[in-house]
């Protein structure tokens, strides 16, 4: 299976810092969409990019902003991924790739059939993300994974938790596993459960 890489996601208070600086995932996800009870303004992520521990790249996830604002976050040294989360398509990651050379862009993709597999196989992104709409804490239907898997490495994404992290990895020998809602406890990071998590990940 190898070593599986763990992104927690969703970061936005001094207490979240300071647990994943303390159980040391491989990836900080910080949301710039503004809808979102996570997210982080541009001033406040000086802030948290200056606490986290330097050893865990910034993650960055932005919906359908233009590529010029996206870029100028890893230009000003804010994240060093960038994560895309709506409706950005090849011209657009081609656009941010010369705005941001050398940057790691991911896509995210909301799957519901074999056809949107299709399409993140096909991506330009460094890796793509399978993930079931973006923030509900539900997972997909993982029997599209059954029948048709990714020949390109991914992160398996949308409703994962200690209780099913263990099977979504053992079934589909994910690249990565990125949790954000299953870390939480009434809608803010849980310290214990980011632990958990992480030890589980390390320990498959």
Same mark, same amino acid.
């Given at each position: 299976?190898g070593?599986i890489?763990?992104k927690?996601?969703?970061? $936005?208070?001094?207490?979240?810092?300071?647990?994943?600086?303390? $159980?040391?995932?491989? $990836?900080?996800g910080?949301?710039? $969409?503004?809808?979102s009870h996570?997210?982080?303004s541009?001033?406040?992520?000086?802030?948290?990019?200056?606490r986290?521990? /330097?050893r865990?790249?910034?993650?960055?996830v932005?919906?359908?902003?233009?590529?010029?604002?996206?870029?100028?976050?890893?230009?000003?040294g804010l994240i060093?991924?960038?994560?895309?989360h709506?409706?950005?398509?090849e011209?657009?990651?081609?656009?941010?790739r010369?705005?941001?050379?050398?940057?790691?862009?991911?896509k995210a993709? /909301?799957?519901? @059939?074999?056809? +949107?597999?299709? @399409?993140?196989?096909?991506?330009?992104a +460094?890796h793509?993300?399978?993930d079931?709409?973006?923030? @509900? &804490?539900?997972?997909?239907?993982w029997k599209?994974?059954?029948?048709? &898997?990714?020949s390109?490495p991914?992160?398996?994404?949308?409703?994962l938790?200690?209780?099913?992290?263990?099977?979504?990895?053992?079934?589909f020998s994910?690249?990565?596993?990125?949790?954000?809602?299953g870390?939480? @406890?009434?809608?803010?990071?849980?310290?214990?459960?980011? /632990?958990?998590?992480?030890?589980?990940? /390390?320990?498959?």
């Open positions: 299976m070593d890489k763990i927690i996601c969703g970061l $936005y208070r001094g207490e979240d810092i300071e647990a994943v600086n303390r $159980y040391q995932p491989d $990836y900080a910080f949301v710039f $969409y503004p809808p996570r997210y982080v541009k001033s406040q992520m000086q802030v948290w990019r200056e986290l521990d /330097r865990i790249p910034a993650v960055g932005f919906v359908d902003l233009p590529e010029q604002e996206v870029a100028d976050y890893w230009k000003e060093q991924i960038l994560q895309l709506g409706h950005e398509n011209k657009y990651i081609h656009k941010l010369e705005l941001a050379p050398g940057c790691e862009v991911w993709f /909301r799957i519901r @059939t074999a056809a +949107d597999l299709e @399409t993140a196989q096909a991506s330009s +460094d793509v993300l399978l079931n709409g973006y923030g @509900t &804490g539900q997972c997909f239907d599209l994974m059954k029948n048709r &898997g990714l390109r991914f992160l398996l994404a949308g409703g938790n200690a209780e099913n992290i263990g099977e979504a990895a053992r079934n994910p690249w990565g596993l990125d949790v954000s809602s870390a939480e @406890t009434d809608k803010k990071k849980d310290p214990e459960k980011i /632990r958990k998590i992480i030890e589980m990940v /390390r320990n498959l």
